[in-house]
């Protein structure tokens, strides 16, 4: 009896953050070595109804390149592999950036906006003004300004099976009854 596996790119791989194994993702989104749960819960702060955008954190308030292209990448919902072939480079290099190991050149920022679909600029900014700048132009929009006021009444567990809504709204799942 053969079966038929999914190809690696289909496949989500994931790190446990209690044993740090690296794994594909399993049916019941439980760790392989250590039986604990991948999946850790979105916290939302209660007191910023505005936090639509993760706050990114300042370290030394220099240029922080891994920081925006982590941010902007997630906020994209973007793994390294997808940024890695939008950009023609190995997936290594992305992860090299990100962890600070390696600068980019400036023909190498110059397609990683490109890949990000954001401006230069906006990967040299320091964290505070980049995080600043992404939740004034998410509020611009009239529907996610009004979500944001909703959710700020919401308590811990109502936001999070909002959000969680949402999430499968934006994956295009629908739910059965």
Not at 22 to 48: G, N, W
Not at 50 to 56: F, I
Not at 94 to 113: C, F, H, Q, V, Y
Not at 123 to 137: C, I, K, P, Q, V
Request: charged share 25%; aromatic share 2%; with cysteine.
């Amino acid at each position: 009896m053969a079966t038929m596996m999914a190809s690696v790119e289909q496949r989500e791989v994931l790190r446990c953050d209690h044993c740090s194994l690296v794994q594909f993702r399993t049916a019941t989104a439980t760790c392989r070595r250590c039986k604990k749960c991948l999946e850790v819960p979105v916290p939302v702060p209660a007191a910023a109804p505005l936090a639509l955008v993760p706050t990114p954190v300042a370290e030394d308030g220099g240029l922080q390149v891994a920081h925006a292209v982590r941010d902007l990448r997630h906020v994209r919902n973007l793994s390294q592999r997808q940024l890695a072939t939008r950009m023609g480079v190995p997936r290594t290099y992305i992860s090299k950036i990100e962890n600070g190991k390696a600068m980019p050149t400036l023909s190498s920022l110059d397609r990683l906006a490109r890949a990000l679909q954001v401006d230069i600029s906006t990967l040299l900014r320091d964290a505070n003004g980049r995080h600043s700048n992404e939740t004034a132009m998410l509020m611009t929009d009239p529907f996610l300004a009004e979500i944001a006021a909703y959710t700020s009444q919401l308590d811990t567990l109502q936001r999070s099976i909002f959000l969680n809504h949402v999430r499968e709204l934006a994956a295009g799942r629908r739910r059965t009854a």
